[in-house]
């Protein structure tokens, strides 16, 4: 089945995307090791959230106990897009035409998550909106944006903020311990 009328949503050049990570380069991986790694495409996905609380969520998923020292070793990163990106969106109802259900984005076995990259990675669709796996209410987004597999440049980077920190306690219950 073709991807030609498959639900779209177009992300302006303004949207602001976010990402934790360690190093300060991010990347589009294409070595099958995220959902929707386009894998053998010469093309990779880079793993952003809409919200800083969805990238949160994205990165350290069910380890409700965190350190300090595991918070200090990573970064907060955003990216204004700086042009039109068009998306397929998993969240739209009409996806279920084309047998997509949530459990694409969230199921444990990435092989559909891939398949489906590939064909909208072909079918020119600049990504993948998807809903955040980890977030019981299915109110954080996520995206997976496809480019050249490798290294891109980073957006801005800066230390995970006290306010995130606590908006992630507060909506999830996660803790940060401190160093002793």
Known sequence: MTLE????????????????HREPVWWFSSDGGGRFDPVGTGMG???????PLGAWVGVFRKRMLLTETEIAGRRLCSVTLGRDLRLAD???????????????????????SQAFAVRAARADFDGVRYLARHDPSQRLYAVALFG???EWPAGDDREIPAELIA?????????VLPTP
């Open 148 to 150: 050249k597999a490798g």
């Open 90 to 112: 998993l969240t739209s109802r009409r996806a279920l035409t084309f047998g997509v259900t949530a459990s694409l984005g969230a199921n444990e076995d990435y092989g559909p």
């Open 5 to 20: 009328r498959f639900p779209r949503r177009t992300l302006r050049a303004t949207h602001t995307l976010y990402r934790i």
């Open 167 to 175: 908006e992630a306690k507060a909506g999830f219950g996660y803790r």
């Open 45 to 51: 996905a880079c793993y952003w959230a809409e919200r």
